[in-house]
C-alpha cells in the first residue's frame, strides 16, 4: 500500500510574531480585570486568538510587496484600476466600489435600494447586514433549509436557502421585496456552505419576480471549495472557475474583504447596474471617500487585488480547509459536541451539551470561553445567549454555540494539536465549570461590552 501524504501548509514562514505567554494565575486576574468577558480582554493577554477569522490572516510576501509599491493618488490611484481589473475578472459585475470594510458597503447598498418598509429575503444575514437592514427601516427576513437549525444533523450544504419559502414569500411580500441575498458561506449558520444548485435556482426565482440577485460574498473561495469537494459533477473545477460562475450568476455584491480578501482591512460593493452605481458612489464620498479609495489607502487597494488571486490557489483552499477538518476530527474523537459537519472557517462547539448543567440564562458558551481561556490563553467566541438575546424581550437563543475561528495562513498543524488538548481537558472538567450572571450591559450589541460575574451551579 502506498503511504498518503499528509496536506501541508503550502507556505513557509519568512517573519514571526512571538506568541504571548501567560501563567494560570495571570489569566485569572486578567479575566476579572475583563469582567469575565473575553471581547474585553487585550491582544497581550491571549496565546492563540480565535475570535474571529476578520482582518485577523497572515499576507504573503507577494502582498507585502504590493504595499510598497501602492499608489496613493487621491483621485485615480493607479492601485484602484488593477483591484477593477482583478474584480472585474473575477465576478464579471462591471461596477467596482471599495469600501473600507464589509458593513459600509452593506449600508451604502441597502441605503441605495432605499429599503425603508421593503423586506430582504437571506438563507440567513449576518449581524451588521440585518443590523443595516433594520436601521435603513427595513424589514430582514431569514429563510435557511430548516436543516440547518438541527446542530447535529449532516447535510453537505447546510448553507442553502429554502427554495419553498423563498418563493412563498416573494408572492407574499410581492412590490415590497428590494432584493434576494445569499451570504456564502453562511456565518451565522455555522460557516455551512451554499451549492451551486441552490444559488442557481435561488438566483432564478429572484429574476422571475424582477428582483435583483445578490451575494454577501465575505467567504466566496470557502464556499466555491466546498461545491467542489461535496457537489455532484463539481471535482474537476477549478475554485476560480466556480467562484466566476457563482458571481456571475448575481446582479451584485458586496464583500468583507478582511476574509477571503487576505487582507486586513477592506470591503467591496460590486454591481451590475451602472445607475445603481452611480447613486451609491455619491453616498460613498459622503461616508468613505472618492471612488477610487473608498476608504482605503491606495497600498490596500493593492495588497487585496494580490489577495483575490491568491485566494483561490487550490494548494491553500485544500490546506485551509483539511485544517479546519483536522480540529473537527480531532475533538469529534474526543466525544466534544459540535455543530455537524465541519464548515469554512471555524469549529463551533455546542455549548449547551457541552455543559448541560448551565442553563441557557446562565450562559454556557460564556462558560466555555471563559474556561478555554483560564486554561491555555485561548480566545473564542460565544455565539449564543449572551449574544442574540434581547434583555426585556427574548432572554435567550435556541443555540449556545463557541465559535473557534481560524484567521487564515496563521497559525500552524501544532497549534491546532495545541488547542484540541485544551478543549480535551476543558472537557474533562466539563460539569465543574460556573455559570455567569450580567452586571451591566449596553441597550444594543450588548455581548461585546457586558460585564459579568461568575455564579456557582450544582453540577
Ligand atoms: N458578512 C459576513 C458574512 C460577515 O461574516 C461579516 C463579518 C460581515 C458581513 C461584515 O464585514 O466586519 O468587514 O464589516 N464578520 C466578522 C466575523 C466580524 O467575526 O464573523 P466587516
Redesign the pocket.
Known amino acids: 500500500m502506498t503511504e498518503s501524504i499528509p496536506i501541508i501548509e503550502p507556505f513557509r514562514i519568512k517573519m514571526v510574531e512571538p506568541l504571548p505567554r501567560s501563567t494560570p494565575e495571570q489569566r485569572r486576574e486578567w479575566l476579572e480585570q475583563a469582567h469575565h468577558n473575553p471581547f474585553l480582554l487585550r491582544g497581550g493577554q491571549i496565546t492563540i486568538d480565535l475570535?474571529?477569522?476578520?482582518?485577523t490572516g497572515a499576507m504573503s510576501a507577494a502582498q507585502w510587496a504590493a504595499m510598497m509599491t501602492g499608489d496613493e493618488t487621491y483621485a485615480g490611484s493607479e492601485s484602484f484600476f488593477e483591484l477593477q481589473r482583478v474584480v472585474r475578472e473575477l465576478t464579471g459585475l462591471e461596477q467596482v466600489i471599495p469600501t473600507h470594510?464589509?458593513?459600509?458597503a452593506?449600508h451604502i447598498l441597502f441605503a441605495t435600494l432605499e429599503v425603508r418598509d421593503k423586506v430582504v429575503l437571506a438563507n440567513s444575514h449576518?449581524?451588521?447586514?440585518r443590523a443595516n437592514v433594520e436601521v435603513l427601516g427595513g424589514l430582514a427576513l431569514d429563510l435557511v433549509a430548516d436543516i440547518a437549525r438541527d446542530p447535529e444533523a449532516e447535510h453537505p450544504f447546510k448553507g442553502n436557502i429554502d427554495l419553498k419559502k423563498l418563493e412563498a414569500a416573494l408572492e407574499e411580500y410581492g412590490e415590497r421585496v428590494a432584493l434576494v441575498l445569499m451570504?456564502i458561506?453562511?456565518?451565522?449558520g455555522g460557516g455551512q456552505p451554499v451549492s451551486l444548485e441552490n444559488l442557481k435556482a435561488a438566483a432564478a426565482l429572484a429574476h422571475r419576480y424582477g428582483k435583483p440577485f445578490m451575494l454577501?460574498a465575505?467567504?466566496f473561495a470557502e464556499n466555491a471549495w466546498f461545491i467542489r469537494m461535496r457537489e455532484p459533477g463539481q471535482s474537476q473545477r477549478s475554485p476560480r472557475s466556480i467562484a466566476q460562475e457563482m458571481f456571475r450568476l448575481s446582479d451584485g455584491m458586496?464583500m468583507?474583504?478582511?476574509?477571503d480578501g487576505l487582507v486586513n482591512i477592506g470591503?467591496l460593493l460590486c454591481l451590475k447596474d451602472a445607475e445603481l452605481a452611480a447613486k451609491a458612489r455619491t453616498l460613498l464620498i459622503l461616508t468613505e471617500g472618492f471612488p477610487t479609495y473608498g476608504g482605503l489607502a491606495g497600498r490596500d487597494l493593492a495588497a487585496l487585488a494580490v489577495g483575490l488571486e491568491e485566494v483561490l490557489d487550490e494548494a491553500y483552499l485544500r490546506y485551509r480547509i483539511a485544517s479546519i477538518r483536522y480540529f473537527f476530527e480531532l475533538l469529534d474523537q474526543a466525544g466534544v459536541p459540535m455543530m455537524r459537519p465541519y464548515g469554512g472557517?471555524a469549529v463551533y462547539l455546542d455549548a449547551a451539551r457541552f455543559h448541560p448543567h448551565v442553563p441557557p440564562e446562565k450562559f454556557p458558551g460564556v462558560s466555555l470561553c471563559n474556561q478555554l481561556y483560564l486554561e491555555g490563553g485561548v480566545r473564542a467566541?460565544e455565539i449564543g445567549s449572551l449574544m442574540f438575546g434581547k434583555p426585556g424581550e427574548r432572554e435567550t437563543t435556541d443555540l449556545e454555540l463557541v465559535r473557534m475561528?481560524f484567521p487564515r495562513r496563521t497559525y500552524t498543524q501544532s497549534h491546532v494539536d495545541y488547542l484540541a488538548a485544551i478543549v480535551r481537558r476543558v472537557f474533562a472538567r466539563r460539569s465543574e465549570v460556573p455559570g455567569y450572571r450580567i452586571c451591566w450591559q449596553a441597550p444594543v450589541l450588548r455581548a461585546f461590552t457586558a460585564q459579568l460575574e461568575p455564579v456557582t451551579l450544582p453540577s
Do not use: I, P
Not at 458561506?185 to 451565522?188: A, E, I, K, V
Open positions: 475570535l474571529t477569522d476578520s482582518g470594510q464589509g458593513r459600509s452593506e449576518f449581524d451588521t447586514t451570504t458561506t453562511n456565518n451565522t454577501d465575505a467567504r458586496t468583507s474583504a478582511k476574509k470591503g472557517h467566541v475561528t
